[in-house]
C-alpha cells in the first residue's frame, strides 16, 4: 500500500488535504520501509565489516599477542615500528609492483579482447563463457598449476626455455621473476573476467556512432579509440578501482608459489612478500596481532590512497580521450 | 611428527576457515554419546585406535580432524584466542609446543586429572618437555620422537663408486666433516645428481644434535649470535649448498616429490616419521632403491609431538582419557607398526617387537634397531619460546645460498642480524 503521490485532479488547491490524518500508516510507511529495504546490508556491514575495522583500530594500538590477548596500552608504537620497519617497505613496493605488473597488461588485453568479441563472432557464447572460465577456477588450483609451470627443475617454462637454447630461471629466487610469476596467475584469472565487463558496456554504444564514423571514413582503431573507450568510460573506471583494491590485498598466489609453503614470508629474500602476507607472518605466523593490526590500518590507508590515485588519474587520461 | 608435510592447498583452505572463523563445536553427538574431536598433522595413525577407543567406551564418539602442519598450528592459535573452536584433543608439535607454552592457562593442567602418574611412561626429556612450573603443570603428553638417521639411494651410491652396504656407509660419515667430504666425492663421480636433498635439512639435523641452538637452556635468552654450533652447523650446511651440491629443493613439498620419484639427489636425513614420507614421494618404483643407515655425528632429535586438551573444551576429563590412551605405550606401539613413528617410551622403543621391525621398503633395513639405538643415544635440544622467530631467518639464509645470491658467511651475518631484530 502506497501513499498518493500527487494530488487527485479533481480536489481543488484551495482544499489541502489533511494527509496526515487520513494516512498515517502509510506515510510512515513512505518514510520507514525504504529504509527497512536497505537497513540488512547495513547492519551485516556494521556487523563484518566496520566493527572488525574499528576492533582493529583498537587491538593496533596494544601489545596484543595472538593467543594471550591483551598485555598493555602502547599507544600508536606499532605504527612508529611500522614506519621504521624495512620489511614493511620492502613488501608494500612488492605489492605495488606485482599491482602494476598485472593490473596494467591485464586491464588493456581485456580491452583488446572485448573489442574483438563485440564484432560478429561465430560461436559467441562460447567464446564469451570461455571468457568466465579462469575466473571460476579456484584460485588454489590456479596458484598450484602455475607453481608447477613455473618449477625450477621440472616446469613447463623452463622447459620451454631450453628449448630455444636459453638458460633456465629459478623463478622463485630473483625478485623479476617471481613478480612476473605471479603476475601472470593474476593476469590469467582476472583478464576474462574483466572483458567480460568491458563488452557489457560495449554492447550499449549506440551503433549509429559507428555508422557515422564509417560514413566518415574513419578506420577500426580510430573507431576503438574515438568511440568504443571513451563510451565505456564510467566501465573502465570501475574495474580499474577495483583491480586496484585487489590487486594491493594480494595474497592468495604468491603465497602458494612461496616453495617454503604457507609461510607468508615470500621467498628467501621476502622477494615477493606481499603486505597482505607480511600481516599473516606477523599475526598468524608470530602471533603479534598488535603490529599485524596496524599493518592492516596502513594497508587499508594504502589501498584507499591508490584507488583515489588511479580513479583520478584514469579519469583525466579518459576525458582527454 | 613432520615438520613441514606440505599440502599447501589445505593450507590455504585453512587459512580461510581461520580467516572466517567457521569451526565445529565440540559437544554431544545426536544419537546422546559424548562427542570427542582429535586434532592432528601429518600422520598419526590413530584410526584404528579409535574404533577400539568406541568400542571399549561406548559412551564415547571419537572425531578425527586433520589439518596441514603449519595451518593446523596457526588454527589451534587462534581458536585459542577466540575461545572456542579448538578439537578436545589437540596435538602440538615440539617446535610449536614452545610457542604454546607461554599460554598455558588456555589449556587443561593435565596433573589436575592424574597425568603425573604416567610420569615414568616416556623418556624423561620428553616428559619435561611436557611440563611446566617443575612438573606441576602437565600441558602435554607425549607421542613421538623424531630419532634421526640418513636415507640414503644405493643405486646413486654405486654408480658414484661409493658403498653401499648400510654398515660401511655408516663408516663413511662418523661426523657431518666427513659427510660433507663423501659430497666432493660424490659430485666428482656424478656431477648430474646433487648429492643431498636440501642445506636445509643438514644445518637442522646437525644443529638438533647439540642441545642448544638458538636460545639458552638455563634462562631461554638469546644465544644464536654466540653459539658456535649454530656457526658450524650453518657454515657446514651452506658451504655444501655452495658448492652445489644440495638440490636446493624444500622438504616435503611437491617439488620434493617429483624430485624424489626422479632420483635428483643422494641422501635425505629422515627422522622416524620421514620414512613414510619419503616412501609415498619415491613410489613403489624406487623400492629396492632406498635404504636407512645411521645419521652422521650420533643421533639427534627432529620433532616430536604432545596431546594437549585446550581448556575451552566442553568434555575436557574425557578428552584427557582420550590422550592417555592414545599416548599408552600398547597404543604407541601399533602406531609404531603402522606408520613407523618413533614412540617416546623406552618400553616400547625396547620392545623386541619394536626393535625386530625391518622396512621392506628401504631394503628390509632395520629400521625398528636403528631408530632406538639413535633414541638412546639422543641428546634433547632446547628449542626455546621464541624459536618460531628465530629458525625460519636461518632457513631463508640457507636458501639464498642455495640460489647463488648469497654466500655462507655473508648468508650468516645476515641471518644472525635478522634474529637478533625478530626477538629484542
Request: hydrophobic share 45%; with cysteine.
Amino acid at each position: 500500500m502506497a501513499a498518493p503521490v500527487t494530488d487527485s485532479p479533481l480536489r481543488t488547491p484551495q482544499q489541502p488535504p489533511s494527509r496526515k490524518r487520513r494516512w498515517p500508516l502509510a506515510r510512515l510507511d513512505t518514510k520507514v520501509t525504504p529504509y527497512l529495504f536497505v537497513a540488512p546490508f547495513f547492519l551485516i556491514f556494521g556487523a563484518f565489516g566496520l566493527f572488525p575495522l574499528l576492533y582493529t583500530a583498537w587491538v593496533s594500538l596494544h601489545d596484543w599477542q595472538l593467543v594471550d590477548g591483551q598485555q598493555g596500552f602502547v599507544g600508536l608504537a606499532n605504527y612508529y615500528a611500522l614506519f621504521g620497519d624495512p620489511n614493511f617497505y620492502n613488501a608494500l613496493g612488492n605489492t605495488v609492483s606485482m599491482f602494476l605488473l598485472s593490473t596494467i597488461p591485464q586491464l588493456l588485453a581485456a580491452l583488446g579482447l572485448a573489442a574483438l568479441l563485440d564484432r560478429g563472432l561465430r560461436g559467441r557464447t562460447f567464446w564469451r563463457a570461455g571468457l568466465l572460465l579462469p575466473n571460476v577456477v579456484s584460485v588454489v588450483a590456479v596458484a598450484l598449476v602455475f607453481t608447477q609451470i613455473f618449477g625450477r627443475d621440472f616446469g613447463i617454462v623452463n622447459y620451454l626455455l631450453e628449448l630455444v637454447g636459453l638458460d633456465r630461471v629459478n623463478w622463485q629466487a630473483d625478485t623479476w621473476s617471481s613478480h612476473l610469476a605471479v603476475s601472470a596467475m593474476v593476469m590469467w584469472r582476472w583478464t576474462g573476467y574483466n572483458a567480460l565487463l568491458y563488452l557489457a558496456a560495449m554492447q550499449s554504444v549506440p551503433k549509429d556512432l559507428y555508422e557515422a564514423a564509417t560514413v566518415d571514413g574513419a578506420s577500426r582503431w580510430r573507431m576503438f579509440w574515438s568511440i568504443t573507450v571513451p563510451s565505456i568510460r564510467p566501465t573502465i573506471l570501475f574495474t580499474i578501482v577495483v583491480s586496484t583494491i585487489g590487486g594491493m590485498q594480494l595474497f592468495v598466489e604468491p603465497t602458494l608459489f612461496d616453495p617454503k609453503g604457507a609461510s607468508g614470508v615470500g621467498g628467501s629474500d621476502r622477494q615477493f612478500q606481499t603486505l597482505t602476507m607480511y600481516l599473516y607472518e606477523k599475526g598468524f605466523r608470530l602471533f603479534d596481532a598488535g603490529y599485524a593490526s596496524a599493518i592492516a590500518w596502513v594497508l587499508f590507508l594504502v589501498v584507499l590512497i591508490f584507488a583515489l590515485i588511479n580513479f583520478t588519474l584514469a579519469r583525466r587520461i579518459a576525458s582527454k580521450g | 611428527m613432520n615438520n613441514n608435510a606440505t599440502r599447501r592447498a589445505v593450507a590455504l583452505a585453512a587459512a580461510a576457515v581461520l580467516a572466517t572463523g567457521v569451526a565445529a563445536c565440540g559437544g554431544s553427538a545426536d544419537d546422546g554419546k559424548i562427542r570427542i574431536t582429535v586434532g592432528t598433522f601429518s600422520d598419526f595413525g590413530y584410526e584404528d585406535l579409535f574404533a577400539e577407543y568406541e568400542k571399549t567406551h561406548p559412551n564415547i564418539k571419537l572425531e578425527a580432524r586433520k589439518l596441514e602442519f603449519d595451518a593446523h598450528h596457526s588454527q589451534l592459535a587462534t581458536q585459542l584466542a577466540g575461545g572456542r573452536g579448538a578439537a578436545d584433543v589437540v596435538a602440538i608439535e615440539e617446535g610449536w609446543l614452545a610457542q604454546f607454552r607461554t599460554s598455558k592457562d588456555k589449556f587443561v593442567n593435565l596433573a589436575d586429572l592424574g597425568a603425573k602418574d604416567l610420569k615414568d611412561q616416556w623418556v624423561s626429556w620428553k616428559w619435561n618437555q611436557g611440563i611446566l612450573e617443575d612438573g606441576n603443570f602437565v600441558l602435554g603428553l607425549g607421542t613421538d620422537m623424531g630419532s634421526l638417521a640418513l636415507c640414503y639411494r644405493k643405486d646413486l651410491f654405486a654408480a658414484a663408486g661409493l658403498p653401499t652396504e648400510r654398515g660401511e656407509v655408516a663408516k663413511l660419515w662418523p661426523t657431518w666433516e666427513e659427510y660433507a667430504k663423501v659430497a666432493d666425492r660424490f659430485k666428482e663421480k656424478t656431477p648430474n645428481v646433487k648429492f643431498a636433498g636440501s642445506a636445509e635439512n643438514i644445518y637442522t639435523a646437525k644443529l638438533y644434535q647439540s642441545e642448544e641452538g638458538y636460545f639458552a637452556k638455563s634462562d631461554d635468552s638469546f644465544i644464536a649470535d654466540t653459539n658456535p654450533k649454530v656457526k658450524e652447523a650453518f657454515l657446514l650446511a651452506g658451504g655444501m649448498g655452495a658448492k652445489g651440491q644440495t638440490a636446493g629443493i624444500k622438504p616435503f613439498t611437491p617439488e620434493w616429490t617429483i624430485a624424489l620419484k626422479q632420483g635428483t639427489f643422494a641422501t635425505e636425513t629422515c627422522a622416524a616419521w620421514a620414512l613414510a614420507q619419503i616412501k609415498a614421494g619415491a613410489g613403489e618404483g624406487a623400492a629396492d632403491k632406498w635404504d636407512v643407515t645411521s645419521v652422521p655425528g650420533g643421533s639427534g632429535n627432529w620433532g616430536g609431538s604432545f596431546l594437549t586438551v585446550p581448556k575451552q573444551g566442553k568434555n575436557t576429563k574425557e578428552a584427557y582419557e582420550v590422550a592417555k590412551y592414545l599416548t599408552a605405550p600398547a597404543q604407541q606401539k601399533k602406531i609404531f607398526a603402522k606408520t613407523g613413528n618413533l614412540p617416546s617410551e623406552p618400553a616400547v622403543y625396547k620392545d623386541p617387537e619394536v626393535l625386530n621391525k625391518v622396512d621392506a621398503y628401504y631394503n628390509d633395513a632395520p629400521v625398528g634397531q636403528i631408530f632406538a639405538a639413535a633414541a638412546d643415544s639422543l641428546k634433547p635440544n632446547y628449542r626455546g619460546t621464541r624459536d618460531s622467530k628465530v629458525r625460519p631467518r636461518f632457513n631463508e639464509a640457507l636458501a639464498r645460498i642455495e640460489q647463488g645470491k648469497s654466500n655462507p658467511d655473508t648468508a650468516y651475518g645476515e641471518a644472525v642480524t635478522q634474529s637478533r631484530n625478530e626477538v629484542k
